[in-house]
Structures are given as C-alpha cells and as structure tokens.
C-alpha cells in the first residue's frame, strides 16, 4: 500500500469513526483529525470513494443552540470559518412559551464542503463552550476570595480569543487554508444576497486586569494545542 493510500484509508477510518461513535467528544476528535488531513493532503472527495465535489456537496450546518448568547461568540463563529475554509452567519429562529412570551433561538451556521462545514461546526461548539466555562470558573474563584468580578468575564475571554486567534491562524497558514472558489462563488450568487451578515464587535474589557487577559490567552492557546496532540495520539493508535 502506498503512502497516499494509507493516508486516505485513515482519514475513511476517522470519518467513519465520527458517523457511528455515540460519545460526542470522540467523534469531535475525529472528525477534526480528518478535517485536518484533508487539508494537510489536499485530499478531495473523488479520492475518498465518496461523490466528486460538485455543488451538491456544498452544505449548511447549523450549530446546537446557544444558550445564554455572548457577545464574542460572532468573533469566535467568524475566526473558525476562516480556519475550516468555510463562510458563516448566524441563524436565529423565534419561539414562543405557553405564556405567549417572545423567545429567540441563536445558532451559527457555517457554509462548505460537507466534511469541513460539519468540523467548523463543532469546533465552534467546543471552543465556546470551554471558553465559557472557563472565564465563568474565574468568576467564581474571585467570588470566593471575596474579589470584585467587574470586568472579569471580557478580559479573560479577550485574552482568550487571542490565544484561539494566535493558535488557529498559525495552523491555517501552515497548512496554506483558503475558501474553495466553489464555495466562495456559490455562497456570493445564492446565500449572501438572502442572509443579513453581522461583524464581530470590539470586546471591552479591563487592561487594569491584565493577569486575566494574560490567563485567558494561555488557556486559549492550551485549549486548541490540547485538543491537536491529543486527536494525532489517541485516535492514530486507535486506527493502527
């Protein structure tokens, strides 16, 4: 077997493994290790035995809901579509409770190829999540040591946005990431004309806190870094 062939049966065993694992985190793994050799390969679909790329192939993913919507969450959602060669916008969707009270439902859509779409979208799930959870156990040690928590929240995420946008931008120009024409073109004639696009706003925070922002930074770099080594590792002597 070639050295091309082993690379393309792994990425089919990791895809594979993303379709039929029932532990959310596992098949996040894998599928963002198949992304990622995709990539670092210039693997296209033809190659992997499934439809060749045509327009077809080209879809719209929607995120879990976002509960409790941050402001920094349209940063996060632009910052990992650049990083997975797709384009992106937020979908919201209106509901209403047995009392008739007016509830909007946040998702962040992200628009490519099928296997990119799905890993920028549970990217973007990861990410924010952990940097919730995160900037809020900050909050809660400071509470517990008494401390004002006034700013808290903005400047550790600032920081951590940081440290996403330093790790994440370093890998895509390692790996040489650019928007396909394809989705590109297709995205401009029959998605942008239809869909209202937001721009991430700056992020107030405290510089009087800068051991936040500096904590922040750190986790975010920790944050993508962990998750890199762990996938190549685990899931490499999982297929071998």
């Given amino acids: ?12 065993k990791l895809l594979a493994l993303s379709e039929h694992n029932t532990n959310s985190a ?8 198949a992304q990622r050799l995709i990539v670092l390969y210039g ?10 790329i045509q327009d077809e192939n080209i879809i719209s993913v929607n995120s879990q809901i976002i509960s409790n919507p941050r402001l ?15 384009k992106s916008w937020e979908t919201i969707k ?15 859509t992200f628009y490519g190829y ?3 779409a799905q890993a920028a979208t549970l990217a973007f799930e990861y990410l924010y999540r952990a ?14 040591q008494r401390r004002s928590t006034r700013g808290a929240y903005n400047s550790y995420i600032a920081g951590y946005l940081s440290g996403l946008t330093h790790e994440l931008e370093k890998q895509s120009k390692e790996l040489m990431v650019v928007l396909p024409l394809a989705v590109k073109d297709k995205f401009d004639a029959e998605i942008a004309p239809a869909i209202k696009t937001s721009s991430a706003k700056q992020l107030s ?6 051991s936040l922002i500096n904590e922040g930074y750190r986790d975010g770099i920790k944050t993508v870094c962990a998750r890199r080594i762990e996938e190549i590792t685990s899931l490499e002597k999982e297929i071998f």
């Fill in 1 to 12: 077997m070639s050295d091309r062939q082993k690379i393309l049966e792994r990425i089919r």
């Fill in 26 to 33: 596992e098949a996040t793994q894998a599928v963002l290790l």
């Fill in 131 to 144: 940097g919730n959870r995160l900037a809020n156990a900050k909050i809660k040690s400071l509470r517990k």
């Fill in 205 to 210: 925070c405290d510089r009087r806190r800068q």
């Fill in 114 to 116: 099928e296997q990119d």
């Fill in 94 to 108: 209106e509901t209403y409770n047995p009392y008739g009270q007016r509830k909007t439902l946040n998702q962040a």
């Fill in 72 to 86: 920094w969450r349209v940063y996060l959602r632009n910052l990992v579509a650049t990083s997975f060669r797709c």
């Fill in 43 to 52: 693997v296209e679909d033809a190659e992997l035995n499934r439809d060749s």
